[in-house]
T-cell receptor
Framework: DAKTTQPPSMDCAEGRAANLPCNHS???????VYWYRQIHSQGPQYIIH???NNETNEMASLIITEDRKSSTLILPHATLRDTAVYYC??????????????FGTGTRLQVTL | AAGVIQSPRHLIKEKRETATLKCYPI?????VYWYQQGPGQDPQFLIS???????DKGSIPDRFSAQQFSDYHSELNMSSLELGDSALYFC???????????????FGPGTRLTVL
């Protein structure tokens, strides 16, 4: 799986958009970009994933650059409950196999009043 | 909605003892994963099972073993416990059925193991 690079920490004011960047310059054509988050000592939580098109769900938006070497997770209106460590994970998704998640160091997002 | 269930939630053991952690996946999920998260560390993959067969293996010590049963629940057995085994152990499950949820892993609340 491709290696990812994320800033170790970021701050965001409540109600503002949080934009979390991720570099994955060695991503392969069959590898997806996944985002998970972990709120203090809880189990990691899936947020969103994408291959090359931008994606949006009820939690967040994922913007992937055209060359796929980087992406940005956007939380449109951050709340205090979004304070967590956010992990960007790149991995291939193969039908019929149990594909592990390889967690890097992630970005610790602190949402403040 | 039903979530992944792990038991026990907390476990305290002495060095050289054994421990068994249990994981009950979301109904109709056929794939189970185990992860270990040491203090201040990021989760590390240990092992996974798909349809009761071992699918992938990470940095799991030889002292640990795991299996997935016919009802898809899984158990992680840990023997000759060491101080360094103190960690949060997460189980996750996913479904191989085609659709949006394939490979989206749903994590349980974890078992906190303390080895004294």
């Amino acid at each position: 799986d491709a290696k990812t690079t994320q800033p170790p920490s970021m701050d965001c004011a409540e109600g503002r958009a949080a934009n979390l960047p991720c570099n994955h310059s060695t991503i392969s054509g069959n590898e997806y970009v996944y985002w998970y988050r972990q709120i203090h000592s809880q189990g990691p939580q899936y947020i969103i994933h994408g291959l090359k098109n931008n994606e949006t769900n009820e939690m967040a938006s994922l913007i992937i650059t055209e060359d796929r070497k980087s992406s940005t997770l956007i939380l449109p209106h951050a709340t205090l409950r979004d304070t967590a460590v956010y992990y960007c994970i790149v991995r291939a998704t193969n039908t019929g196999t149990a594909s592990k998640l390889t967690f890097g160091t992630g970005t610790r997002l602190q949402v403040t009043l | 909605a039903a979530g992944v269930i792990q038991s026990p939630r907390h476990l305290i053991k002495e060095k050289r003892e054994t421990a068994t952690l249990k994981c009950y996946p979301i109904p109709r999920h056929d794939t189970v994963y185990w992860y270990q998260q040491g203090p201040g560390q990021d989760p590390q993959f240990l092992i996974s099972f798909y349809e009761k067969m071992q699918s992938d293996k990470g940095s799991i010590p030889d002292r640990f073993s795991a299996q997935q049963f016919s009802d898809y629940h899984s158990e992680l057995n840990m023997s000759s416990l060491e101080l360094g085994d103190s960690a949060l152990y997460f189980c996750a499950s996913s479904s191989s059925a085609t659709g949006r949820s394939y490979n989206e892993q749903f994590f349980g609340p974890g078992t906190r193991l303390t080895v004294l």
